[in-house]
């Protein structure tokens, strides 16, 4: 098997492991993660040792889905619930019975204990408000989640009232009221993260991991609701969800986190009895048919709230790290308003509250800004010009993200701030976004690049063939030359030259030849391998220690103050 072959296999290998739905949440994962992230990003060599070392990765991942059982800890969220007693009979759970009598012969197993409905919320509720120390603070500790995710950071809190047989609810400044007189969406929310939150920890603090069996989660929610339930459970539990759903809310989910998998069950006819029925298991990550089982159609979906035009994917790649490292910066602050718009800009859901458009460059000139045309003629005009693409009659609320090259054009420049408001157009200081990264994550990125993985790890020195092979290049074989502080002090953030232009000027012999010999920039100055360099760059950003530049602030604050001001 030749070297391309082997690399493709290994990747392919890497991706099984790290897709595997059932890798478990713990330091052995975070590690193997950072490993398999940067070996996915270089072509080094894949020696037996470190094939070996993949398959050690994929046996353990196959071992501990082999092993893994749910004995005792299953619960069991049926359709029929609702935090409002049905019946005037004490200790009567007729929701819990009837799910006992249809589907849970064993009544030992399956029972209050672990068949979740909301009926018994009330007097959870008090047992813990009435408990001990601990068990108060829990509820307080969940009071703020559910005002986080649910409640716009407004305060909240349950109350079971004494006199009555329904749970309380109180929001901000509002007066309490019976929890019958909130939204059914979020009551439907209340009773899928109560149980799951209170069930994180055991009574002396240690974490728990349960099973969660949960019929239709989208029962009365609308989709940013549904989304934000699926953030819930995924930044504040530590339990494995199986949800049954016919909700097209929740299919992009597998694109925003790696531990979401989709599966479709298909009745087909045994074969050679056709009156006898089998259900298929399908992986149906992408499935366009299943979107059409659904019964989904372009017209029934709504769009994100604001939009943000970025130049292509590595810009969208970037950003997205940017912004969690901005909220970070903020939360980390002493200052309390950085604070509290950390709290809310946690808050913002992708592809609800905004999402990414990428005009890919030069494109962009087919674009027009100006609002829809409002009468036929009009339309057909501006079809036939040199645009032809209305920005405005898909998506409203726009910011415009540009590189800094575009303040040489002024013509295009001219029209951005003609049809949109200034506030809705941020053209970058500098050439492009990677030149607002931090110099410790270009510097590290490069050294794997130049080094490999192993090599740029233990920063040890090139191998004889490649530094001759640099040296006839007309680049450094000295790697002490290829410092940091170097690179820190030649980037310029303020300007139009290129990160690729600008490492190269670097760790080039001599800058006087014509023309310049290039490694890692292109005819531009940017950089070559523009997406490979931002896969190491996202993988360094996950798990090193970096900090923001004041153009990678000022970006973020704008996109952040658009996000704000579109979704007031």
């Given at each position: 098997?030749?070297?391309?072959?082997?690399?493709?296999?290994?990747?392919?290998?890497?991706?099984?492991?790290?897709?595997?739905?059932?890798?478990?949440?713990?330091?052995?994962?975070?590690?193997?993660?950072?490993?398999?992230?940067?070996?996915?990003?270089?072509?080094?060599?894949?020696?037996?040792?470190?094939?070996?070392?993949?398959?050690?990765?994929?046996?353990?991942?196959?071992?501990?889905?082999?092993?893994?059982?749910?004995?005792?800890?299953?619960?069991?969220?049926?359709?029929?619930?609702?935090?409002?007693?049905?019946?005037?009979?004490?200790?009567?759970?007729?929701?819990?019975?009837?799910?006992?009598?249809?589907?849970?012969?064993?009544?030992?197993?399956?029972?209050?204990?672990?068949?979740?409905?909301?009926?018994?919320?009330?007097?959870?509720?008090?047992?813990?408000?009435?408990?001990?120390?601990?068990?108060?603070?829990?509820?307080?500790?969940?009071?703020?989640?559910?005002?986080?995710?649910?409640?716009?950071?407004?305060?909240?809190?349950?109350?079971?009232?004494?006199?009555?047989?329904?749970?309380?609810?109180?929001?901000?400044?509002?007066?309490?009221?019976?929890?019958?007189?909130?939204?059914?969406?979020?009551?439907?929310?209340?009773?899928?993260?109560?149980?799951?939150?209170?069930?994180?920890?055991?009574?002396?603090?240690?974490?728990?991991?349960?099973?969660?069996?949960?019929?239709?989660?989208?029962?009365?929610?609308?989709?940013?609701?549904?989304?934000?339930?699926?953030?819930?459970?995924?930044?504040?539990?530590?339990?494995?969800?199986?949800?049954?759903?016919?909700?097209n809310y929740l299919l992009d989910m597998v694109d925003e986190s790696d531990e979401?998998?989709?599966?479709?069950?298909?009745?087909?006819?045994?074969?050679?009895?056709?009156?006898?029925?089998?259900?298929?298991?399908?992986?149906?990550?992408?499935?366009?048919?299943?979107?059409?089982?659904?019964?989904?159609?372009?017209?029934?979906?709504?769009?994100?709230?604001?939009?943000?035009?970025?130049?292509?994917?590595?810009?969208?790649?970037?950003?997205?790290?940017?912004?969690?490292?901005?909220?970070?910066?903020?939360?980390?602050?002493?200052?309390?308003?950085?604070?509290?718009?950390?709290?809310?800009?946690?808050?913002?859901?992708?592809?609800?509250?905004?999402?990414?458009?990428?005009?890919?460059?030069?494109?962009?000139?087919?674009?027009?800004?100006?609002?829809?045309?409002?009468?036929?003629?009009?339309?057909?005009?501006?079809?036939?010009?040199?645009k032809g693409l209305t920005a405005k009659a898909i998506t409203k609320n726009i910011?415009?993200?540009?590189?800094?090259?575009?303040?040489?054009?002024?013509?295009?420049?001219?029209?951005?701030?003609?049809?949109?408001?200034?506030?809705?157009?941020?053209?970058?200081?500098?050439?492009?976004?990677?030149?607002?990264?931090?110099?410790?994550?270009?510097?590290?990125?490069?050294?794997?690049?130049?080094?490999?993985?192993?090599?740029?790890?233990?920063?040890?020195?090139?191998?004889?063939?490649?530094?001759?092979?640099?040296?006839?290049?007309?680049?450094?074989?000295?790697?002490?030359?290829?410092?940091?502080?170097?690179?820190?002090?030649?980037?310029?953030?303020?300007?139009?030259?290129?990160?690729?232009?600008?490492?190269?000027?670097?760790?080039?012999?001599?800058?006087?030849?014509?023309?310049?010999?290039?490694?890692?920039?292109?005819?531009?100055?940017?950089?070559?391998?523009?997406?490979?360099?931002?896969?190491?760059?996202?993988?360094?950003?996950?798990?090193?220690?970096?900090?923001?530049?004041?153009?990678?602030?000022?970006?973020?604050?704008?996109?952040?103050?658009?996000?704000?001001?579109?979704?007031?």
């Amino acid at each position: 098997m030749n070297s391309r072959d082997n690399y493709d296999s290994v990747l392919r290998l890497i991706n099984s492991v790290i897709l595997s739905p059932l890798f478990p949440k713990n330091k052995y994962k975070e590690n193997y993660i950072n490993v398999i992230g940067q070996l996915a990003t270089v072509k080094i060599d894949y020696s037996e040792e470190l094939s070996s070392k993949v398959i050690e990765i994929q046996n353990f991942v196959n071992d501990y889905e082999t092993n893994i059982e749910f004995e005792n800890i299953k619960f069991y969220i049926p359709i029929l619930r609702g935090m409002r007693p049905v019946t005037e009979q004490e200790n009567k759970q007729p929701y819990i019975e009837r799910a006992q009598k249809d589907y849970f012969p064993e009544k030992s197993k399956f029972g209050t204990h672990n068949i979740i409905t909301g009926e018994c919320l009330y007097y959870e509720l008090k047992t813990h408000l009435l408990g001990e120390p601990e068990q108060r603070d829990l509820i307080k500790s969940y009071e703020e989640k559910l005002s986080q995710y649910f409640f716009d950071n407004e305060p909240v809190s349950l109350i079971p009232k004494h006199d009555q047989d329904v749970v309380n609810i109180k929001i901000g400044s509002e007066r309490q009221f019976p929890i019958s007189q909130l939204g059914d969406g979020l009551q439907q929310a209340i009773i899928l993260t109560y149980e799951a939150y209170i069930k994180n920890v055991d009574k002396n603090g240690n974490k728990q991991t349960h099973a969660f069996f949960i019929e239709e989660p989208e029962l009365n929610m609308h989709a940013g609701m549904v989304r934000q339930l699926m953030n819930f459970y995924l930044n504040e539990t530590n339990h494995y969800y199986f949800f049954t759903t016919h909700s097209n809310y929740l299919l992009d989910m597998v694109d925003e986190s790696d531990e979401v998998i989709i599966q479709k069950f298909v009745k087909q006819p045994k074969d050679g009895n056709p009156k006898e029925f089998d259900f298929k298991i399908y992986r149906c990550d992408k499935d366009h048919e299943l979107l059409s089982s659904l019964g989904v159609r372009p017209s029934s979906l709504y769009l994100a709230n604001c939009t943000i035009w970025v130049e292509g994917v590595t810009d969208r790649m970037y950003l997205s790290k940017l912004m969690q490292k901005y909220i970070q910066f903020l939360d980390n602050s002493s200052d309390p308003n950085n604070k509290e718009n950390a709290k809310k800009y946690k808050s913002f859901m992708p592809n609800f509250h905004y999402a990414f458009i990428e005009y890919a460059g030069g494109n962009i000139t087919h674009w027009s800004f100006l609002d829809d045309y409002s009468t036929k003629e009009e339309a057909l005009e501006f079809l036939e010009n040199s645009k032809g693409l209305t920005a405005k009659a898909i998506t409203k609320n726009i910011l415009l993200l540009a590189d800094g090259d575009n303040e040489g054009k002024a013509e295009r420049l001219q029209e951005w701030q003609d049809e949109l408001k200034d506030e809705n157009v941020h053209v970058l200081p500098c050439k492009e976004i990677e030149n607002t990264l931090s110099a410790s994550i270009i510097y590290k990125a490069c050294l794997i690049k130049f080094l490999g993985v192993k090599r740029a790890a233990a920063k040890i020195t090139l191998s004889p063939d490649t530094q001759n092979r640099l040296t006839q290049k007309g680049f450094t074989r000295d790697i002490s030359k290829f410092d940091i502080e170097k690179l820190s002090s030649s980037i310029n953030f303020i300007g139009h030259e290129g990160i690729g232009k600008i490492i190269d000027d670097t760790i080039r012999l001599d800058n006087s030849v014509t023309p310049p010999p290039r490694l890692f920039s292109d005819a531009s100055g940017t950089i070559d391998d523009k997406v490979s360099f931002c896969e190491i760059c996202k993988v360094l950003m996950t798990y090193e220690d970096w900090e923001l530049t004041e153009p990678a602030k000022s970006v973020c604050e704008k996109i952040f103050t658009h996000i704000t001001t579109c979704n007031n």
